[in-house]
């Protein structure tokens, strides 16, 4: 098979590789649409490489076909679904476990579901497996017309929650109030102390880190949970603790790609049992930014780096 290879330079390049072989539990799948995530751009830098036992080529979602599976899997060879990876999905065959494999959501094409398992995994994980959030609460989603931002904000909102969001630009702030945020925050215009203080917060999904965490943690709502996935804006902040010792707040730190198997399927059983009815009654949708050939993956990974993307990037590959 062919996978997308990444060079001493930092290039990539579709090279032929092995092809995969699938161990007790597990289902091979012929990908036919991988999406991209800012993971995969730490990957190629050298800076996050893939747990034990995943390909070393990038790719933490794909939708495809079931080429075969393990005797009584549900899964059955011909089928559509997609599938949450450590690693391996720009390629055009992946052995993944079986459980992290999902059916396609009602109503959505190959391209469409390869764009939700790890937005949707990360945010479910983190909206109700870490904060607890419950209905009538506000939850602050930084990076609102990122892939993940537009996941949290439609699963908050489903389930209740009111938003508050942060976005880079006016177009940006248009999308995420379609899909339903209350409050936009635009960046480089709005003040988020200021913010904070006129809508206290009880849930901050936060993937930037540095000076906001640093302001805008203390004025969480007391019992507020601050929710930190990355550090893309900085990895010091400086936190005044006497509010968080008198609010009862929690700092919590939570990545998905280091969780066990047997964590993600859990998470991945909740959501189809959960979230994949809503796509078919399109309560959520997926948004997909651009389209783009497995062999322009350079390109794609180009449209991230330059946060020009609303939603997501996903390649297709032949």
């Known amino acids: ?166 976005v880079g630009s006016p177009e940006k702030a248009e999308a995420v109030r379609l899909l339903g945020a209350d409050w936009v925050l635009e960046r480089h215009r709005d003040d988020p102390v200021a913010a904070f203080e006129a809508h206290p917060v009880d849930v901050a999904l936060d993937c930037v880190g540095g000076e906001v965490l640093g302001s805008c943690i203390e004025k969480l709502a007391p019992g507020g949970r601050w929710i930190l996935i990355s550090t893309l804006g900085g990895e010091f902040a400086r936190i005044s603790l006497r509010p968080i010792l008198k609010r009862g707040i929690r700092l919590i730190g939570s990545t998905l790609r280091s969780r066990p198997t047997e964590m993600k399927a859990r998470i991945l059983r909740e959501l189809e049992e959960k979230v994949w009815p809503k796509f078919g009654s399109k309560e959520i949708r997926p948004v997909i930014h651009a389209v783009l050939p497995i062999r322009r993956a350079e390109e794609a990974h180009a449209i991230l780096q330059r946060n020009e993307n609303i939603g997501k990037v996903v390649l297709e590959i032949d």
């Open 1 to 166: 098979m062919y996978a997308m290879k990444v060079d001493e330079t930092g290039a990539m390049h579709w090279t032929e590789v092995p092809d995969p072989e699938a161990k007790a539990g597990e289902v091979l799948l012929g990908i036919r649409a991988a999406a991209l995530n800012r993971a995969d751009l730490l990957q190629r830098a050298g800076k996050y490489p893939p747990p034990p036992g995943w390909p070393e080529w990038m790719g933490l979602e794909v939708a495809g076909v079931v080429l075969a599976a393990p005797a009584g899997s549900r899964w059955k060879a011909g089928g559509e679904v997609c599938a949450l990876l450590g690693g391996g999905g720009y390629a055009e065959k992946i052995a993944v476990p079986e459980g992290m494999v999902l059916p396609l959501p009602p109503g959505l094409s190959m391209t469409e579901a390869a764009s939700l398992p790890e937005v949707f995994a990360t945010a479910y994980l983190n909206l109700f497996f870490e904060a607890n959030m419950r209905a009538g609460e506000t939850v602050f989603v930084q990076a609102g017309a990122s892939g993940l931002g537009l996941a949290a904000i439609q699963l908050a909102k489903s389930f209740g929650a009111k938003v508050m969001t942060s």
